[in-house]
């Protein structure tokens, strides 16, 4: 396993921008408004040939609000399991009553902390002799926005931790969850990954950023990213953070293995679960549907039937939808969620011999021709499968303009009939003589 450096200090003293320079991309979001960061974030850093995983936290206040607490445990608990602290202070501001009482439960937990006092520069830097009242070592001079001082903090941390060489290890499955607002995702995570490690409120908009949890479930690594909730777009601020938000969630679909669209299975489905599924199929990303809060829902022996049926109509573009309903709240068949999602995975990345899909499609053509089109009729001539995830088949025709869209379905239709590739969508390409 990488070694993990946590990064912890009050809000908008720059942790954020500090592990965005670190990691070289936009990680977390950067914000003037304390407070933005809200769930511990991961990345895998490097930093001269070493490798380590990098934990970006909310900030620790003393507000004493549900999400204040929350917030606090998360990033002392953080710091309690990486190799190596970050603690971060602001330079401005001086030695502050919050950085005493962080700097003495970082004492006392008896981690390797690196001292950082961020917002240095030319004018102020005299000021950092008043942070060795923390008892923390020798201050390490660094502006997160400029960059300087990062690299000899870095050289510090580094010290801190032994390295292990891990570049063989197999990358696990990365699972990103989507959904509107308040339909459960932070719950599920914190259920599949058997501790509170996403903050639940009934307050809307609680998740700010995608966040990556790896996670260990009946023997096998996985990556679980929580995503902000997708609202309307209309119904987001302008200028508000949030929009920052509905961008890491696409970028999380992106970079996802597979997802799972959460919806509230005690609502009706709506025009955003629509959209959201439908960045997901754009994608070509495997998923599953999963049903929350199906704990709460009235039921009688014909109520999934009913739900299945709602989600068909309304998600017709992805009939190929496999769906699971469970309650992350109980707990109730979350482990199907995993099982379901490692099968729609597989399916994404399933190959088909070349002369086996050629029999096939030639079968389905002798049960159905294409029908002509102004007097000329297509032939399909060779099929082959390409590539995976999702996967796409490249159909060698005389003419690709005599393909109908309706022959393309028909066609799509065998594959599936054939093959099992429910839970991902596949992409079919006809390639002319002439092409």
């Known amino acids: 396993m990488k070694p993990t450096v946590a990064i912890v200090g009050r809000p908008n003293v720059g942790k954020s921008t500090l592990i965005n320079r670190i990691s070289g ?29 990098l934990i970006d936290t909310g900030g620790i206040d003393d507000l004493d609000d549900d999400i204040s607490r929350s917030v606090k445990r998360q990033a002392l608990d953080a710091a309690e399991l990486a190799d190596v602290v970050i603690f971060v202070t602001d330079v401005k501001q001086g030695v502050m009553p919050g950085d005493t009482d962080i700097a003495e439960i970082l004492r006392k937990s008896g981690r390797n902390v690196v001292l950082a006092v961020n917002k240095a520069d030319s004018a102020n830097r005299d000021n950092v002799y008043d942070f060795y009242s923390l ?18 903090m870095l050289d510090a941390v580094c010290d801190g931790f032994e ?28 259920r599949l990954s058997g501790y509170e490690r996403s903050i639940v409120s009934d307050v809307a908009g609680t998740t700010r950023d995608a966040v990556d949890t790896l996670v260990s479930i009946g023997g096998e690594d996985y990556i679980i990213i929580d995503t902000a909730g997708m609202r309307r777009k209309r119904d987001i601020p302008d200028g508000s953070v949030e929009r920052y938000s ?27 679960d629509e959209k959201i599924a439908g960045l997901v199929h754009e994608e070509g990303k495997p998923s599953v549907l999963v049903l929350n809060k199906w704990d709460a829902v009235e039921k009688d022996t014909g109520t999934l039937k009913r739900k299945t049926d709602e989600l068909k109509e309304h998600l017709a573009f992805m009939s190929y ?19 379901a999602a490692k099968l729609s995975y597989q399916n994404a990345t399933r190959r088909i011999a070349t002369g086996l899909l050629n029999e096939l499609v030639g079968q389905a053509v002798a049960a159905t021709e294409p029908t002509a ?59 002319g003589r002439e092409e």
Request: glycine share 8%.
């Open 246 to 272: 509905v961008i890491r969630a696409i970028s999380a679909i992106k970079r996802a293995d597979v997802v799972l669209i959460v919806v509230d299975a005690t609502q009706p489905i709506t025009e955003q």
């Open 25 to 53: 991309r936009r990680v977390a979001i950067v914000d003037d408004m304390p407070g933005v960061t809200r769930d511990r974030l991961y990345a895998d850093c490097e930093w001269c040939g070493r490798e380590f995983t």
């Open 321 to 339: 939808f496999t769906s699971v309903s469970v309650s992350a709240v109980t707990g109730q068949r979350v482990e199907k969620i995993i099982e």
């Open 373 to 431: 089109r102004k007097g000329r009729k297509a032939k399909i001539l060779y099929v082959s499968q390409p590539g995976v995830c999702p996967p796409l088949f490249v159909f060698k025709v005389n003419d690709a303009k005599l393909i109908h869209f309706s022959y393309e379905r028909y066609l799509e239709n065998a594959l599936r009939r054939a093959f099992d590739f429910s839970g991902t969508p596949i992409k079919l390409k006809f390639i």
């Open 163 to 190: 390295i292990t060489a891990d570049g063989d290890e197999e990358k696990p499955l990365a699972i990103a969850i989507v959904g509107k607002p308040n339909v459960g995702k932070s719950s599920l995570v914190n």
């Open 135 to 152: 008892g923390l070592g020798e201050p390490h001079l660094i502006s997160a926005e400029h960059g300087s001082g990062v690299g000899d």
